[in-house]
């Protein structure tokens, strides 16, 4: 298997939280449009390591986050994310802005949990 990648901005992110709705998920819709618009990806591989990483959350309300669809949230602070999957998983890179002093900074989280941020 060769390493592939997935970048998603937030308007991608609102537009895939769309397809979490029950009603879609169980039609085959949401698998249909990540085949559709992302080759190779799974709805299953996508939606669910955004959850668990924490990109997406199911708090909506909170002053820090953006609403989405179907209760789903995502910090103001995400400009984009990067899925790189492996033969030994899948690495999650976060692009933040900074918000206090306007910068951007980088934070890559592995399937297992463990990650690093720093100053892009």
């Given at each position: 298997?060769?390493?592939?990648?997935?970048?998603l901005d937030v308007a991608a992110l609102r537009?895939?939280?769309?397809?979490?709705?029950?009603?879609?998920?169980?039609?085959?819709?949401?698998?249909?449009?990540?085949?559709?618009?992302?080759?190779?990806?799974?709805?299953?591989?996508?939606?669910?390591?955004?959850?668990?990483?924490?990109?997406?959350?199911?708090?909506?309300?909170?002053?820090?986050?953006?609403?989405?669809?179907?209760?789903?949230?995502?910090?103001?602070?995400?400009?984009?994310?990067?899925?790189?999957?492996?033969?030994?998983?899948?690495?999650?890179?976060?692009n933040k802005l900074n918000l206090r002093n306007?910068?951007?900074?980088?934070?890559?989280?592995?399937s297992d949990g463990a990650g690093k941020e720093?100053?892009?």
């Amino acid at each position: 298997m060769t390493e592939t990648t997935l970048v998603l901005d937030v308007a991608a992110l609102r537009k895939i939280t769309q397809y979490a709705h029950w009603m879609p998920a169980l039609r085959g819709i949401s698998e249909e449009y990540i085949a559709r618009n992302y080759p190779g990806w799974e709805w299953n591989e996508i939606l669910p390591l955004l959850i668990k990483e924490k990109v997406v959350s199911r708090e909506p309300g909170r002053s820090h986050s953006v609403r989405l669809s179907q209760g789903l949230s995502i910090s103001r602070e995400i400009k984009s994310v990067m899925i790189t999957r492996t033969q030994n998983g899948f690495t999650l890179t976060i692009n933040k802005l900074n918000l206090r002093n306007n910068r951007e900074s980088t934070g890559t989280t592995c399937s297992d949990g463990a990650g690093k941020e720093g100053p892009n």
